[in-house]
């Protein structure tokens, strides 16, 4: 009987250190991105969300909805305001189109286009088409522990893993309970700080700790950033093939 229970409790004690090294069981900076992969992650998901761009000239919001499919697949419907209704984008694997209401026309946002913001805010199309899986383009070092929003974090430096890749380093902070990306610095190949992200309020939607709130910074504009709401999460949905077709950009 004794030997049994040795055969039980051993791959449990293994299960629950996996992610530990060192004599302080500080994780690893890759387990933590996985697990931080796992909460985000889901099959299907229908959201709507609100951005409110804070220009040199005032504020302004857009309303979307957005469907997703897997890591490669996504729509957007834009639907407020007036002048951006309508609108819509696709992204299928690394292609990305947009359809205009007001010119009727479908074109394919590539190259140097990519760089460009998305409806005037510190987002980029390039931001858009990201592999949402953050440990299929980064590798991960755990470098400190710091509090965020009274919450306890490990602080972790990213380094691509891939040439093709928006920032080359990201410096993140990983709520320890929660496993939720609080806050990140976005660098350049040479250290330069492109972008910023905090996180304002934090969420459990379908048992999943989920960002609600969260203010966006291109550090090389003026403005005083771009802040997302998400008004509402439904995971693991059930989407129509057509929605994911260069079709339905005119429907």
């Known amino acids: 009987m004794k030997n049994v229970r040795h055969i039980l409790i051993f791959p449990l004690i293994l299960m629950m250190t996996a992610g530990l090294t060192g004599q302080n069981q500080v994780p690893k900076g890759d387990w933590i991105l996985e697990k931080v992969d796992e909460n985000y992650g889901s099959d299907n998901k229908i959201m709507t969300a609100t951005m409110v761009i ?30 951006e209704k309508g609108t819509k984008m696709l992204k299928l694997g690394d292609q990305l189109w947009m359809y205009s209401p007001s010119t009727d026309r479908t074109i394919q946002i590539s190259g140097h286009m990519l760089r460009q913001s998305v409806m005037g805010s510190d987002l980029s199309y390039e931001d858009m088409m990201e592999d949402p899986k953050l440990q299929n383009m980064y590798s991960a070092q755990v470098i400190g522990e710091e509090s965020y929003m009274d919450r306890p974090c490990w602080v972790l430096e990213l380094t691509s893993i891939k040439e093709d890749i928006a920032y080359h380093s990201r410096k993140v902070w990983v709520d320890k309970e929660r496993f939720v990306t609080l806050k990140e610095d976005r660098f350049a190949r040479g250290g330069k700080l492109l972008k910023t992200t905090e996180v304002k309020k934090v969420e459990k939607i379908d048992n999943r700790w989920i960002p609600t709130h969260a203010l966006f910074k291109d550090v090389l504009k003026s403005g005083k950033g771009t802040e997302f709401f998400v008004d509402s999460m439904i995971f693991n949905a059930e989407i129509p093939d057509y929605i994911f077709t260069k079709a339905a950009l005119r429907r």
């Open 54 to 83: 804070h220009g040199r000239r005032g504020s302004r919001e857009v309303t979307s909805k957005i469907w997703v499919r897997g890591n490669d697949q996504s729509f957007t419907e834009y639907l407020a305001p007036p002048r």
